[in-house]
C-alpha cells in the first residue's frame, strides 16, 4: 500500500492500537491533522493548552498502563508540552509525544515556529527521534513505542520536520511486526543467585518491612505482592507513587510512608532490620537524610533500571528484572523453603508497630460530625468522598495539601486508581489526568481532588470536558491560600505569608463551572458536606465543580523533620515533635 | 579522588554523542577530556561484538573516550546512567 507521510504517521499509531490522541493542531502539523481527519479508529482530543495534553495522555497511560499519546505543533507548541513531558518522566509513565517541526530545509534558520525540542526535551525524556524521511516513520513510531513502554517506561518525543508528512509524495507502507534495538536490551528475569540470597534475607530477619513504590505499578506487580504477602505475612509501606499496589485495608499495611507518611510507617523503615523495596527509588521525601536512613537495616532493591539501585541508599541484595518477575521467583522459591519461615521471629516487631499505630496512628474517624460553629476540616472532605464512592474511584490530584490529604485519608485498594505527579510536583495535573482517566474508563468515578491554587493552573479544561462531555467531579478543596507553602511558611518562616495568598482575587467557581456547562456546588458548612458531596456525585452525566471551604489554617502531618532529621524525626501536629 | 577514563561505545547516529555530554551536565559530573572516532577498524571492536552478539559495519558506531575525576561509588553511577542510553552498546572504565 502506497501512503503519504501523513497517513503513514497516522496509520502507525493505529498499528500500535492508540485510541485517542491528545492534541492541539497549529502550521507544523497541519499535514497530520489532515490525516487524522480522514479516519475513524482514534480519536483525536482537542485540549485548551498542550500542558492540558500531556497531563490528558499521562492520566490516561497511569490508569490503563498504556502509553498515552501527544500531539503538538512545532515552537510555542512543542514548548508548552514541556511541562507534561518532565512529569511523565519523573514519574516514568509510558508516553508517546508527536511534536509537528518545520520543514528539514528550514531547521537552523531561526524560522517561524522553530525550536530545538530534540533538544529542549533532552533532559526530560528516555529517547526522541527525529523523522528524516516519511520512509522512516513506521520504524521510527515502533521503536517509540516499544522504549516507552519496556524496561523502565517513560515519555518518547519524536520531531517530525512538516516536508515529511507532505501528502503528495507517497511511500509504501509496512508496519513492521516486531522490534530489536541491538543498543537497548532492558533486564526481565532475575538472576535465581540474588533471588536466593534475598529469600534468605527474608528468612533470617526479625524486623521486616516491604516497602513497594510506583516501579510496582508500573510492572503490574500487585498481585504478586499481594500473593508474596500471603507466605510472608510483613508489614508493608507504599511511597506516594506506590499506593493502591497493596490493598491499603489490608490489617498488614502501614499506610504512606516518607515526608508526610504515617508514625507507624516511618517508624518501621528506620527500626526495620530488613528493608524490601520493590519498584521504589529512595528518593528524598522517603529518606529523609540517607545517612541517618534506617541505620539497622538490610536492604533488598528489587528494580528494572540498573542506575536507581545503589543511586541514594547502597542494596545488600540487588535484584535487576521486572519486578513482577522478581516476585513470582520469590514466591516460588519461599514455597519450596517454607518450613524455614519462622511467623512467631516476626511477632513481637508486629506488637510493637501496632503499639506506634495506636499511639500516633491517623484517625480516620476525624471531624466527620463536626458542628457549624467550627469550620470544615479538609481530612473530613476526603473521608467523606472515601466513604460514599466505597473506596472504588479513581482519585487524580494535584499538589500541596490537599493531595497530601487524599493521600492520607482515602484508602487505595487497588493499583492505577489513585493519578498524581509525585516526582515532578506538577501543579494543574490533576483536572487534564481526570480527563485522560475518564476517557480511558467512561463508566467508573473519576474524581479530581484539587486546591484552589492548582486548579487555576489548567482550568481551561474545563471547556474541553464540555466539548467531549466527560462527567468527571472536581473538589476543590478551598483554603484560599497556596497551602502548603504557606504551611512551610508557619513553620521555617516566622508565619510571613510571602506571596502564598490572594488578597480576595479567587473567581466564584461556581459561576465559572456554570459558565463552562457545568454544575457548581459551594459548600461552606460542616451540616452541608455530606448531602452536598452525595448530591455531586449522584449528577452520574454531569462535571460538577464542588467548591469546598475549609479551614485556612489547618497543616498536614506528621511531617519529618527537615533538614538533618531521619524517619523518625517527625511533627506530629503544631505543637509536638516526636 | 582519582581520574578515571571511560570507554564507550555508541552508535554514530545525530544525537547520541550530546546525550551522553548532556547527561555529564544534568547529573552535575564535570568532563575533564573527551575523545570520539567513528570506528573503521573493527579488529579491535570484537570485544563489542562478543559481548552483545551483534555484527558491526564500518563507522556505524563512535568510539568515546571521557576523562573524570570520581570516586568508584560515583563512577558506577555515572556508568550505569550512560548504559541506560538508548544509542549507547558499552560503556565501562578503562583500565
Ligand atoms: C507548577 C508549580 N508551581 C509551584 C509549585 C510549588 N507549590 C507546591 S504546593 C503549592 C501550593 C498549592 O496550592 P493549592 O493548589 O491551593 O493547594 P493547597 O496546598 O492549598 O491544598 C505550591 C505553590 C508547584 N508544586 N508546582
Ligand atoms: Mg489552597
Known amino acids: ?578 | 579522588m582519582i581520574q578515571r577514563k571511560l570507554s564507550i561505545i555508541l552508535e554514530n547516529k545525530p544525537g547520541a554523542l550530546v546525550r551522553v555530554v548532556g547527561l555529564f551536565h544534568q547529573r552535575g559530573y564535570n568532563i575533564e577530556s573527551l575523545h570520539v572516532d567513528p570506528v573503521e577498524d573493527l579488529k579491535e571492536y570484537k570485544f563489542v561484538e562478543d559481548k552483545l552478539n551483534i555484527k558491526l559495519k564500518e563507522g556505524e558506531v563512535s568510539h568515546l573516550i571521557i576523562a573524570t575525576t570520581v570516586n568508584d561509588n560515583l563512577l558506577r553511577q555515572i556508568l550505569r546512567q550512560i548504559n541506560k542510553l538508548i544509542d549507547v552498546l558499552i560503556a565501562e572504565e578503562v583500565k
Open chain 1, 1 to 578: 500500500m502506497k501512503l503519504a507521510g501523513n497517513d503513514i504517521l497516522i496509520q502507525s499509531l493505529i498499528e500500535e492500537g492508540v485510541e485517542y490522541i491528545f492534541g492541539y493542531p497549529g502550521g507544523a502539523a497541519l499535514h497530520i491533522y489532515d490525516s487524522i481527519f480522514k479516519q475513524k479508529e482514534m480519536e483525536h482530543i482537542l485540549v485548551r493548552h498542550e500542558q492540558g495534553a500531556t497531563h490528558a495522555a499521562d492520566g490516561y497511560a497511569r490508569a490503563t498502563g498504556k502509553p498515552g499519546v501527544v500531539l503538538v505543533t512545532s515552537g510555542p507548541g512543542a514548548t508548552n508540552a514541556i511541562t507534561g513531558i518532565a512529569t511523565a518522566f519523573m514519574d516514568s509513565i509510558p508516553m508517546i509525544v508527536i511534536s509537528g517541526q518545520v520543514a528539514k530545509h528550514l531547521i537552523g534558520t531561526d524560522a517561524f515556529q522553530e525550536t530545538d525540542m530534540i533538544g529542549i526535551s533532552r533532559p526530560i525524556v528516555k529517547h526522541s527521534f527525529t523523522v528524516d524521511s516519511a520512509e522512516n516513520i513506521p520504524e521510527i513510531v515502533k521503536q517509540a513505542f516499544h522504549i516507552a513502554t519496556s524496561g523502565r517506561p517513560g515519555p518518547v518525543v519524536i520531531d517530525v520536520p512538516k516536508d515529511t508528512t507532505a501528502p503528495d509524495k507517497l511511500f509504501e507502507f509496512k508496519y513492521p511486526n516486531d522490534v530489536n534495538i541491538r543498543s537497548y536490551k532492558p533486564p526481565i528475569d532475575p538472576d535465581p543467585r540474588q533471588i536466593e540470597r534475598a529469600v534468605d534475607a527474608i528468612i533470617e530477619s526479625n524486623k521486616p518491612v516491604i516497602y513497594a513504590g510506583g516501579g510496582a505499578i508500573n510492572s503490574n506487580a500487585s498481585e504478586e505482592l499481594i500473593r508474596l504477602n500471603e507466605i510472608l505475612d510483613f508489614p508493608v509501606t507504599n511511597t506516594l507513587m506506590g499506593l493502591g499496589v497493596y490493598p491499603a485495608t489490608h490489617k498488614r499495611f502501614l499506610g504512606m510512608l516518607g515526608m508526610h507518611g504515617t508514625y507507624q510507617a516511618n517508624m518501621s523503615m528506620h527500626n526495620a532490620d530488613l528493608i524490601i523495596a520493590i519498584g521504589a527509588r529512595f528518593d528524598d521525601r522517603i529518606t529523609n537524610t540517607p545517612k541517618l536512613f534506617a541505620p539497622k537495616a538490610k536492604i533488598i532493591h528489587l528494580d528494572v533500571d540498573y542506575s536507581s539501585v545503589s543511586k541514594i541508599i547502597e542494596a545488600n541484595i540487588a535484584v535487576f528484572g521486572q519486578v513482577k518477575n522478581a516476585l513470582l521467583e520469590m514466591i516460588k522459591l519461599l514455597e519450596v523453603k517454607k518450613e524455614l519461615i519462622d511467623p512467631k521471629k516476626i511477632l513481637p516487631w508486629k506488637e510493637q508497630i501496632s503499639d506506634w499505630k495506636s499511639q500516633h496512628g491517623l484517625n480516620h474517624e476525624m471531624h466527620l460530625c463536626e458542628t457549624d460553629d467550627k469550620p470544615i476540616m479538609p481530612q473530613a472532605v476526603v473521608q467523606h468522598l472515601y466513604n460514599i464512592t466505597n473506596g472504588k474511584a479513581f482519585i487524580t490530584s494535584d499538589v500541596g495539601q490537599h493531595q497530601m490529604f487524599a493521600a492520607q485519608y482515602y484508602h487505595f485498594d487497588e493499583p492505577r486508581k489513585w493519578i498524581n505527579s509525585g516526582g515532578l510536583g506538577t501543579m494543574g495535573f490533576g483536572l487534564p489526568a481526570a480527563m485522560g482517566a475518564k476517557l480511558a474508563y467512561p463508566n467508573d468515578e473519576v474524581i479530581c481532588i484539587t486546591g484552589e491554587g492548582s486548579i487555576q493552573m489548567c482550568i481551561q479544561e474545563l471547556s474541553t470536558c464540555t466539548q467531549y462531555n466527560l462527567p468527571i467531579k472536581i473538589i476543590n478543596i478551598n483554603n484560599e491560600a497556596l497551602g502548603m507553602v504557606k504551611q512551610w511558611q508557619d513553620m521555617n518562616y516566622g508565619g510571613r505569608h510571602s506571596a502564598s495568598t490572594y488578597q480576595s482575587s479567587l473567581p466564584n467557581f461556581v459561576e465559572l463551572a456554570e459558565s463552562y456547562g457545568h454544575v457548581g456546588i459551594k459548600i461552606e458548612k460542616n451540616s452541608e458536606l455530606k448531602s452536598g458531596l452525595e448530591k455531586a456525585l449522584s449528577m452520574k452525566d454531569r462535571l460538577v465543580f464542588v467548591d469546598v471551604y475549609v479551614d485556612p489554617n489547618e497543616h498536614v502531618y506528621p511531617m519529618l523533620v527537615a533538614p538533618n532529621g531521619s524517619l523518625k524525626d517527625m511533627w506530629l501536629d503544631k505543637e509536638t515533635k516526636t
